[in-house]
């Protein structure tokens, strides 16, 4: 069993930044990989982005890249997620989650194994 739990959310302006952690406890194991998704009212639960639960190998779809940063402190067994340049489109909720296999990111939710709860992020304009 995996547990994750999401924390840093909040309400920010436009411009602003934040940075989202994801505290995991559990049998996690080197080669499993780490996921951030979001979810918006009335949209389906989108690709943020991906990282190796050793920390390596970041990924973004196209269109975060260069505002979105991942990154795990391993003392701490926490992946961050931070946020930057961040616009009122950028609001959702935030999940993280955890895949226990595959040799490749994962870019769709059925991919991932286990799920936090998820942190609201509110970007006004």
Not at 8 to 26: E, H
Not at 29 to 45: D, I, L, T, V
Request: proline share 4%.
């Amino acid at each position: 069993q995996v547990q994750l739990v999401e924390s840093g959310g909040g309400l920010v302006q436009a411009g602003d930044s934040l940075r989202l952690s994801c505290a995991a406890s559990g049998r996690i194991f080197s080669y499993c990989r780490m996921g951030w998704f979001r979810q918006a009212p009335g949209k389906e639960r989108e690709f943020v982005a991906a990282i190796v639960w050793t920390g390596v190998s970041p990924f973004f779809p196209d269109s975060l890249k260069g505002r979105f940063t991942i990154s795990r402190d391993n003392a701490k067994n926490v992946v961050y997620l931070q946020m930057n340049s961040l616009k009122p489109e950028d609001t959702a909720v935030y999940y993280c989650a955890v895949r226990m296999g595959g040799s490749t990111h994962a870019l769709t939710p059925n991919e991932y194994d286990y799920w936090g709860q998820g942190t609201q992020v509110t970007v006004s304009s």
